[in-house]
């Protein structure tokens, strides 16, 4: 008879273990999440000057029109409240709205493609731990035809290589997390590889800098060229910008550089700055002088 009485006491007493465990889980999950969403940037782009984080309306002026970010609260109408997991990945997978149309590839799909399905996740469950902000969106400032969005599927057929991130098995763990901070969330290539006509990387330069950046300015070159890059830059330096802002000739970083650091890039430990740094000084050098267009 005891033994009966202590069963429902014992039973009781796993759930409330196993209920503080997948809190704590969650828990853990979240603040995953908001490391990961510092190093994606996604702070910066989509906060503007003096709004409410995340809500979205950010510019970004580009040589096809004007955008502007969305709202990623976790607001039902305006923001992505009512997204599902699986619409959140099709969407930095794919590049795909869950209404079915296509995004702008100003949107960094074509690296976020690379993220693994637990670190997309893990993003989608930081957002969605926010306050939501009801902010509708701004319609993008585009003209024609660059404004229909079914010609961005010719577009991805040109140019877009679906993840996700594939390590090089005879490169070590540092490296590859390096490459995976780099090509995926931290999406550096989008800023700093010239892209083409149609507004796709080149990918024989690529971090090779560009003088028509983000609202047109210039980008430099991070391959480890001595001369233009920065070949003659120690790891420790490389760290050190990506930490505070500040090059080796003690100047501070401006623009949008200075927004990605401040908002994203010195809140990452010191492995992934250190793995961030390996990965750029292990890249082939690109002989690319950039300079602002006259």
Sequence with gaps: MLALRLRPIRTAFVLVLLSSAGAAAEEDTVQRGEYLVHAGGC????????GEKLAGGRPLATPFGTFYSPNITPEAETGIGRWTDAQF?????EGVRPDGANYFPVFPYPS????????????????????????????????????????????KLLFFVRGPFDPEPER???YNRGAYLVTALAHCGECHTPRNF????RSGQWLAGTPDGPEGHLVPNITPDPDTGIGKWEKNEIVELLRTGTTPEQSKVKGTMRETIEDGLKYLN???LEAISGYL???APIIH??????
Excluded at 89 to 93: E, F, I, N
Excluded at 198 to 201: E, H, I, K, P
């Design 89 to 93: 990945l099709l969407a930095l997978r």
């Design 289 to 294: 002088e950039v300079a602002p267009k006259h």
């Design 281 to 283: 000084l292990a890249q």
């Design 43 to 50: 702070v910066s782009c989509h906060t503007p000057g003096g």
């Design 198 to 201: 149609l507004g796709a990387l």
């Design 172 to 174: 070590s763990a540092a």
């Design 112 to 155: 976020f493609t690379r993220i693994t399905d637990s670190d997309a996740l893990a993003i989608k469950a930081y957002l969605f731990s926010l306050p939501a902000v009801r902010r509708q969106n701004r319609p993008h400032d585009v003209p024609f035809p660059f404004s229909w969005r079914f010609l961005q599927t010719g577009w």
């Design 270 to 272: 010191d492995g992934d």
